[in-house]
């Protein structure tokens, strides 16, 4: 999951320097994001524990009432992703796999040169700068109101112990 998550970052990082300059590069990182995307969906399927979607992909009525608790300063901590966090997986894993997609279009005879493939491409493309900063932002205010560096816990997998009010 951790390799998974700093390969993502790796590539969507090299796809999005190299845009419009490097073709080669571009297309090889983006479509390694893209094989990113299809094994998470996998595991996020098939797997177990905190790595299944069902696991924590809440409804947008979860999602309010805990952004409504963020801002009360009153919400719990999660030992899997906060159903916020959820929402951002959800959102990255299709922004990702979005922006592979148009990408991958381009070069087919079918939808080269097809004006919304390309528009959308680069929305897209430019957006999930949006979203990581959003992404990011997320991560450092849990982990300042939970007393844990996530990001430390991300590279090397430990978290800090689950306590009894914990919810999982
Ligand atoms: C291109 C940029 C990025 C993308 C596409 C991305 C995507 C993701 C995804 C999909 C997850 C969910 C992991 C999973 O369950 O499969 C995740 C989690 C996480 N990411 Fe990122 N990420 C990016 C950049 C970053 C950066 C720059 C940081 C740190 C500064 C970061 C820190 C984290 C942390 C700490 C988690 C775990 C959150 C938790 O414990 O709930 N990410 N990211
Ligand atoms: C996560 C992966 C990717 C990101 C973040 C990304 C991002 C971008 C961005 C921001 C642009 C706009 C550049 C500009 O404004 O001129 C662009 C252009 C383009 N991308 Fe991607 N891309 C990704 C994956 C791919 C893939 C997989 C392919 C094809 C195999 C691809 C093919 C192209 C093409 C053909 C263009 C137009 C280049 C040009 O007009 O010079 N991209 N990409």
Redesign the pocket.
């Known amino acids: ?1 951790r390799l ?2 700093w390969s ?2 790796l590539c ?2 090299v796809a999005w320097l190299s845009s419009g300059e490097i073709r080669k590069v571009h297309e090889l990182a983006g479509y390694c994001a893209g094989i990113l995307i299809i094994s ?1 969906l996998i595991a996020g399927l098939a797997g177990s524990g905190y ?1 299944r979607f069902r696991q924590f992909v809440r409804g947008p009525r979860n999602v309010s009432l805990y952004l409504a608790d963020v801002r009360h300063g009153r919400e719990r901590r999660y030992l ?3 159903p916020a ?1 959820g929402a951002m ?1 959800v959102a ?2 299709t922004c ?1 796999a979005g922006i592979a997609l148009t990408g991958w279009m381009q070069t087919t005879d079918a939808w080269w040169g097809v004006a919304w493939v390309e528009d959308l491409h680069k929305i897209l493309g430019n957006g ?1 700068l949006a979203l ?1 900063a959003l ?2 932002g997320g ?1 450092i205010l ?1 982990s300042l109101r939970h007393g844990e560096n ?2 430390s ?2 590279i090397t997998g430990r978290k800090r112990a689950p306590s009894p009010e914990d919810l999982a």
Request: no cysteine; glycine share 8%; charged share 5%.
């Open positions: 999951m998974f998550h993502l970052v969507v990082a998470r790595t899997g992703h906060n966090g997986v990255l894993l990702v999930i990581v992404h990011v991560v849990a996530l990001v816990a991300m």
